[in-house]
């Protein structure tokens, strides 16, 4: 006997509603202006019946062969933990960067003095589950971009500086967990996440349908 719809959990019907959505989207049976209109209802939504009726209309099921390519592009890139517990990171009068599936220390210590530093977590393998980032910030800049299923804790000291922290922390308790702690002294400190989940849904449909020889549209704002 099957669970009735509304027992359901929301977030399980959602992900089944994204997932048909996509795969429907990159066998071109709707629009780009559909599917991006669809996937925005879907996202928002908080009713187990309007996320069904949001795709009652399509014909195809995401299958294995769909299920393996979500989970290559949408998985964190993990590996067993080695050597690299710390790292330090120096921007004296020049930058510095680690970006692209670079190995996340346990711990990382920023020095930035007349400098700017970037660290884009995106594409980073992690090793560990809590990461620790220490700043010391004087007269420089410190950017930070992490993917949305991570959680970001900030506690930094500004002297006449600043510190952000954009990040919804909306990601579970199994997540990574990345806190931020220093100092900042005329300086700027941003976190962010670098493409939404929306959008990391439209580049995986998108590239699906390329896969599949078919043309990506570009979204005119309307629904065909």
Known sequence: ????????????????TVDKLIINYSHAIISAEAFERRLDDAMKSESHQQLIDLVADLP???????????????????????????????????????EGQ???????????????????????IFQHQNIEVKIASILSSVEIFVPEHVNVTLRMFDIIGSSENDVPNMAGKQAPRITITGYSVLGSLEVSVKRTMKEKFVAFANGLREALGFQTQPNKNSDS
Do not use: H
């Open 1 to 16: 006997m099957s669970v009735k719809l509304e027992d359901r959990p929301i977030e399980q019907v959602r992900e089944e």
């Open 60 to 98: 195809l099921e995401a299958d294995e062969s769909y299920d393996a390519k979500k989970e290559r592009s949408f998985s964190l890139n993990y590996q067993s933990a080695s050597d690299s517990n710390e790292e330090k990171l120096f921007s004296i009068i020049g930058s510095n960067s680690r």
């Open 102 to 124: 670079w190995v996340v220390p346990k711990k990382l210590n920023i020095v930035g003095v007349l400098g700017s530093t970037r660290l884009d977590f995106s594409d980073a």
